[in-house]
């Protein structure tokens, strides 16, 4: 069986800002945009390993994370340059795959041409020196024959490790594992079930069918195979290379608004996030929806094709932000309600045309 392995970049846009001022290597650094700014109420992007020690994760309010670390470092979020890396790291690691699957702007799933879980490891050393040594930036790979395995490997590495599991030890790399690493078990499902007595990966491979049928609903049984080591073909396979499709983000605001002021720089924050996405892809988008997610949990949306295809953040942003406001001013009229999320996708996409048009705009 051929090997899928998983780069998995360890906390991305802060390295970016580190390898630019490597005097802050191991300092408590988060990208986001400061508590002492105006727009105090989005979300930490991105911690260093250091801001972890003190409790801080990204996508934590900010407010919360600087009273958990009071002495951390701040650094506005540039997403165009975390996203002209990542077109970096791809063209690196495409030199050193058969096939090179992007699956977030930090994380890719690589096919590789071994059998045999040694060669894998020293290839896997090599790329994550590679990685380090041109890009200057730190990684953790995983490796395994099936796709899941191999994920869960990248996020049991971290940071900058490499986990090679061959086929007949994936049950007992899996078993102490928190039955969260499992991709697709998120926290709700995760605390079910903690309830239900299943904390590890190896408890879930002695649950019986029905209880987890109950817990787990049609993910049972693949989760119950994975669990056992012998993921179902689903899970084992590299993921498709899906091609252009849509692209989106969300953000819960820290507390409900009607304040426009407030979308508006949360939609121009998340425009340049999502360009950055779509340039590691490569992608030109046309069309652009934004949706509203109102405090009682409704939720509202509007969407423009635009006539010819667009790349970086600037579209993105002037549409984003007038369909926001006429959503709001629409709202205003009828019942007035506050927002609790917001959601910006771009899709209908076409290639890029060249790499160079790409930079100059992203930097502009
Ligand atoms: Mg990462």
Redesign the pocket.
Known sequence: MRYIAYV???A?YVSCEIRERPELEDAPVLVGRAPTSPEARGVVLSASYAARKFGVRSAMPVLQAARRCPQAIWIPPDLPKYGRIAGEIRDLLATRAERVIPLSI??AALELDLEDPEPVRAWAASVQELLKERLGLPSSIGGSPYSIVAKIASDAAKPGGIRIVPPEETRAFLEPLPARAIPGIGPKTAQRLDQAGFHTVGELATGSTETLRRLLGRYADSVHALARGTPSQEMGRLPEDRGPRQHSLDRTLAHDTRDATEIRQMLTEMAGELSGLLAQEGLRYQSIVVRLRWEDFSQTQRGRQLPASHEGAAMLESEAIRLATDLLERERGERDRAVRRVSLSAGSFAPRRGRQTLLDEAAA
Do not use: K, R, T
């Open positions: 998995d970049m360890d991305y930090d994380e």
